[in-house]
């Protein structure tokens, strides 16, 4: 039986979307504009998405599973933002990373 945990405060205290996996952090509907502020040394060499170091994502901080925080928070990419605290996404990465599972509203 999965775990459950309060999504009130899970995000910073877990980061398992950002380091799940280096085909996650994508754009797509973003406008030019909104790319444009995306630093440069934090997109990936084909412009499709944020730089990686293996699965994780060059714009997050901190230790996974303990306190993160997103450098770019208010210009991440779209895929970013609609990732929400106990969706499917989020308890495939953190099952990846051992976390329990949060239970959605």
């Known amino acids: 039986m ?3 945990t ?3 405060s899970c995000c910073q205290n877990c980061g398992a979307c950002c380091g799940y996996s280096a ?4 754009f797509s509907i973003e406008s030019d504009e909104e790319l444009a502020a995306i630093p440069e040394t934090l997109v990936n060499e084909r412009q499709s998405g944020m730089r990686c170091e293996g699965d994780r994502c060059s ?7 303990k ?3 997103c450098g770019i928070y208010a ?3 779209e895929v970013c933002r609609t990732c929400m ?8 990465a953190r099952r990846k ?3 329990p599972v949060i239970a959605s509203a």
Request: proline share 12%.
């Open 23 to 26: 085909n996650w952090p994508r």
């Open 67 to 69: 306190a993160t925080a």
């Open 97 to 99: 990373f051992g976390l």
């Open 2 to 4: 999965e775990e459950s």
């Open 59 to 65: 714009a997050l901080q901190g230790e996974i599973g």
């Open 85 to 92: 605290p106990g969706d499917a996404e989020c308890a495939m």
């Open 75 to 77: 210009m991440r990419p």
């Open 6 to 8: 309060d999504p009130s």
